[in-house]
């Protein structure tokens, strides 16, 4: 069974309220949303629908909006709020602790 790594992604300072920011974490792609009020969710960074970075995208209250095709994601679940895509994207744990973002991916 995969276990989960809690890795420092960025500095809350560097992600505006409303904004996206792309991550890595050992390879693998994380857009980062911030919404209007500070919350902060992170979701895999390439579009079910076609492989596009969805931090490239707008954020819409709590959707991410896909550049490329206008797929929308909800940030907190994954799950398809806009066709064409009609597969989730990933999600993963976020914590902010002294300014500092943290994110839980799996772990071989």
């Known amino acids: 069974m995969a276990t989960k790594a809690r890795c420092a992604v960025a500095k809350l300072a560097d992600l505006?309220?409303?904004?996206?920011?792309?991550?890595?974490?050992?390879?693998?792609?994380?857009?980062?949303?911030?919404l209007a009020g500070g919350d902060v969710f992170?979701?895999?960074?390439?579009?079910?629908?076609?492989?596009?970075?969805l931090s490239e995208g707008d954020l819409d209250g709590e959707d991410v909006e896909c550049p490329e095709h206008g797929s929308r994601f909800n940030v907190r679940t994954g799950e398809v709020s806009g066709l064409p895509a009609e597969e989730p994207v990933a999600t993963y744990p976020v914590s902010v602790t002294d300014g500092e973002i943290f994110v839980e991916v799996p772990q071989e």
């Open 42 to 53: 992170a979701i895999s960074d390439v579009c079910s629908h076609e492989e596009i970075e």
């Open 16 to 34: 505006e309220p409303a904004g996206l920011k792309r991550v890595e974490v050992g390879g693998l792609p994380i857009c980062l949303a911030r």
